[in-house]
């Protein structure tokens, strides 16, 4: 098995595409990490707060802890997808260059990956945009009750 410098970088070239792709995912994955830092850190606030006046009205901050919590549940799916993603494009460089450096033919195998790496990203944003509506809608209707004088 001799492999030529030619055909080395030949493969090299055939997986810079999928390296960026892995650099924005890698990029995505540190947005929804620290959107979910975020949403732990208001939770465990929200929980001191209710610790320390035990005998208080509580309702807003348990409403406020449950909408967090869907926010979590949303991001953490988000999460799950983005990593599963970049865990396909792995798994698509290496057979990109392992066909292309061995002669295997592995086009199916790879245009599969792809396409579970695409709709693992395209369910991540869905997942993500689902959070942003949850977090806005929040925000608003608390916004509004403040203003008519209810909280």
């Known amino acids: 098995m001799d492999i030529q410098l030619g055909d080395i ?22 947005v929804l990490t620290s959107r979910l830092a975020r949403i732990i850190d208001r939770t465990r606030v929200l929980e001191d707060r209710i610790k320390a006046t035990p005998q208080g009205s509580h309702e807003d901050a348990w409403e406020e802890i449950d909408t967090l919590y ?3 549940h949303l991001i953490n799916r988000a999460i799950t997808l983005s990593t599963c993603c970049g865990l396909f494009v ?6 990109l260059f392992l066909g292309d450096s061995l002669r295997l033919s592995l086009a199916q195998f790879i245009a599969l990956l792809f396409v579970l790496a695409m709709f693992s990203l395209i369910g991540s944003f869905v997942f993500l945009l ?3 509506f949850v977090a806005t809608g929040s925000m608003s209707m608390r916004h509004m009750l403040m203003l008519r004088g209810d909280r």
Do not use: D, N, Y
Not at 9 to 30: E, R, W
Not at 90 to 95: E, K, Q, R, S, T
């Open 9 to 30: 970088s030949h493969t090299i070239q055939l997986a810079i595409a999928p390296v960026f792709l892995l650099t924005g995912v890698g990029t995505k994955l540190g």
């Open 70 to 72: 869907r926010r979590a």
């Open 90 to 95: 792995c798994v698509m460089i290496a057979a």
């Open 130 to 132: 689902r959070e942003i």
